[in-house]
């Protein structure tokens, strides 16, 4: 059984520019949340999607947002990139309710802004 | 506000000894938590979990015990191996908000 899947691992982008991150699910999955991690902030939440509808949306700007497909992938985009938005930025998926049960997370993606 | 807390950001323990990783919330409303382990390059992997309406919860060497009336958490590893360094997070849930509160993690150092 495949874990959760996401791509690339690793990203460098200039300041000002836009990004878009995957993350496939482990099948059957319909919940995916996505978590910004960096040093010394631990893990932050971002937004999370069921059935390609948003239940929930993290503290932060605008320019962070999301979408999950039919297929329950989703993606992730930040737009006019900032060097605090470099992180490592993580996906989870659960069961079908995603309410009460642990997340299985993939590698996360490293984003570096320069 | 929102906080789920580590007492100590670096533990170190002998290989053998046992580890013991606190935690605490502030949310008392919250009905599940969950510790992850993460090793350096990887995603943060599930260990436990346990739910409000339980204490305490056993697992292959590891045992989280839950004080809701302080509202501390911790994660007991017995019998420290090398293969447990890692940084440990506690996750603090409670139902309808569909995210995860997490720390800031402990880094746990064995020595040999």
């Known amino acids: 059984k495949a874990g959760v899947t996401q791509t690339p691992r690793y990203l460098i982008k200039t300041r000002g520019q836009q990004v878009t991150l995957s993350c496939s699910p482990i099948s059957g999955h319909r919940s995916v949340s996505w978590y910004q991690q960096t040093p010394g902030q631990g893990l932050q939440f971002l937004f999370e999607y069921f059935s390609e509808t948003q239940r929930n949306k993290g503290n932060f700007p605008g320019r962070f947002s999301g979408r999950q497909f039919s297929n329950s992938r989703s993606e992730m985009n930040v737009s ?24 299985t997370f993939g590698s996360g993606t490293r984003l570096t802004v320069v | ?62 045992t989280v015990l839950l004080n809701k009336t302080v509202k501390h958490l911790s994660l ?22 569909y995210k995860y509160i997490f720390g800031t993690g402990t880094r746990l150092k064995v020595l040999a």
């Open chain 1, 80 to 103: 006019t990139l900032e060097l605090g938005d470099s992180a490592l930025y993580l996906c989870a998926s659960s069961l079908s309710t995603g309410e009460g049960y642990g997340y």
């Open chain 2, 1 to 62: 506000g929102e906080s789920v807390g580590l007492h100590l950001p670096t533990l170190s323990v002998q290989e053998g000894d046992n580890s013991i990783i606190n935690c605490a919330y502030s949310n008392s409303a919250s009905d599940y938590f969950i510790w992850y382990k993460q090793e350096s390059g990887k995603g943060p992997q599930f260990i436990i979990d346990i739910r409000s309406n339980m204490d305490k919860r056993q697992g292959q060497r590891v």
């Open chain 2, 76 to 97: 007991q590893i017995a019998a420290t191996q090398p293969g447990d360094s890692a940084v440990y997070f506690c996750a603090d849930h409670f139902s309808g908000t």
